[in-house]
Nanobody, 120 residues
C-alpha cells in the first residue's frame, strides 16, 4: 500500500491559482490510479480529477479547463494545478490512490486532506 500526504491548500481570492501536492510513499509500483477528491461543507466527497498509471487523465465537468492533474517522473508526488478558482471550489481536497498488491489484493489509500478557501 501507499501513504499519502497533501499540502498546498490555503486562502485565495476568486480568479487566483493554487497548486496542491500529494506526497506518495510506500509501494508506489502497486498504484494503478490516483485521483483528487474534494468535499465541501454539507456535501458528499466528489472526484474531480483522475490519472492512470499510463498518464491518462479525466476531469469532472465542474473543473475541466481550469484544473490540471499531473505526477512527477518518479510518481512520488501528485499535483493539482488549480487556476481560475471560484468560491464554489472551497472545500477540503483529498488525494486518493488505488492499486493492487500482488495482483490479487486491491487497496485504496487516502490522505488527510488540505483545505482550500476561495473568497469572492
Amino acid at each position: 500500500q501507499v501513504q499519502l500526504k497533501e499540502s498546498g491548500g490555503g486562502w485565495v481570492q476568486a480568479g487566483g491559482s493554487l497548486r496542491l501536492s500529494c506526497a506518495v510513499t510506500g509501494t508506489i509500483a502497486s498504484v494503478d490510479q490516483m485521483a483528487w477528491y474534494r468535499q465541501a461543507p454539507g456535501d458528499q466527497r466528489e472526484v474531480i480529477a483522475q490519472i492512470t498509471r499510463d498518464g491518462n487523465t479525466d476531469y469532472a465537468s465542474s473543473v475541466k479547463g481550469r484544473f490540471s492533474i499531473a505526477q512527477d517522473n518518479t510518481k512520488t508526488t501528485l499535483f493539482l494545478q488549480m487556476n481560475g478558482l471560484k468560491p464554489e471550489d472551497t472545500a477540503v481536497y483529498y488525494c486518493d490512490a488505488e492499486g493492487t498488491i500482488g495482483a490479487v489484493s486491491p487497496f485504496e489509500s487516502w490522505g488527510r486532506g488540505t483545505e482550500v478557501a476561495v473568497s469572492a
